[in-house]
T-cell receptor, first 116, second 112 residues
Framework: NAGVTQTPKFQVLKTGQSMTLQCAQD?????MSWYRQDPGMGLRLIHY???????DQGEVPNGYNVSRSTTEDFPLRLLSAAPSQTSVYFC???????????????FGPGTRLTVL | GNSVTQMEGPVTLSEEAFLTINCTYT??????LFWYVQYPGEGLQLLLK?????DKGSNKGFEATYRKETTSFHLEKGSVQVSDSAVYFC???????????FGIGTKLQVIP
């Protein structure tokens, strides 16, 4: 049971480039989220999903796209990277009311992204 | 809207000192409250939680009591260790899953 995995761990992009941050979980959790962590601002929700085929915007969605074609995977796409997107990105998942982990979010190890 | 307030720190303590990290919140309804811990280079891990007023969450020697009258959920530990050095996040959740709000995180440094 690997929990929540994220790739890559580090990435450097040039302004305007696009890329996809990968997130996968093997706990059969329905709920998945993407956060960004910036100094002095804590964690801010970018996008989330309540199940395969269902996604919605969080607090800071601009410049990011998501999709959820399977329960396991929830990739985050940067369409045209900007320096303001330099941050640490965390993916998280949580079980539904039928599981024992309904209150606990499980976080991945993070992706540190730098946009030059 | 919902909000969580905590000091950013860093909080620097000597080993075996008493720890308090304050957390206050504003929320509609009756939130569940959480403390998460982030060790260097890692993601967040749930440390403890409380789901209703007067509940006390505890784990690894850390405790926090849900105080509805003061809208607070302060984290305490009687004797900190160097291994407790980390960033601690207070968070709340109201309604459905997506209403999770985090504080800015408090960095704790414990020196031998």
């Amino acid at each position: 049971n690997a929990g929540v995995t994220q790739t890559p761990k580090f990435q450097v992009l040039k302004t305007g480039q696009s890329m996809t941050l990968q997130c996968a979980q093997d706990m059969n959790h329905e709920y998945m989220s993407w956060y960004r962590q910036d100094p002095g601002m804590g964690l801010r929700l970018i996008h989330y999903s309540v199940g395969a085929g269902i996604t919605d915007q969080g607090e800071v969605p601009n410049g990011y796209n998501v999709s959820r074609s399977t329960t396991e995977d929830f990739p985050l796409r940067l369409l045209s990277a900007a320096p303001s997107q330099t941050s640490v990105y965390f993916c998280a998942s949580r079980g539904t009311s039928g599981s024992t982990s309904t209150d606990t979010q499980y976080f991945g190890p993070g992706t540190r992204l730098t946009v030059l | 809207g919902n909000s969580v307030t905590q000091m950013e720190g860093p909080v620097t303590l000597s080993e075996e000192a008493f720890l308090t990290i304050n957390c206050t919140y504003t929320a509609t309804g009756y939130p569940s409250l959480f403390w998460y811990v982030q060790y260097p280079g890692e993601g967040l891990q749930l440390l403890l939680k409380a789901t209703k007023a007067d509940d006390k969450g505890s784990n690894k020697g850390f405790e926090a009591t849900y105080r509805k009258e003061t809208t607070s959920f302060h984290l305490e530990k009687g004797s900190v260790q160097v291994s407790d050095s980390a960033v601690y996040f207070c968070a709340l959740r109201t309604g459905g899953y997506q209403k999770v709000t985090f504080g800015i995180g408090t960095k704790l440094q414990v020196i031998p």
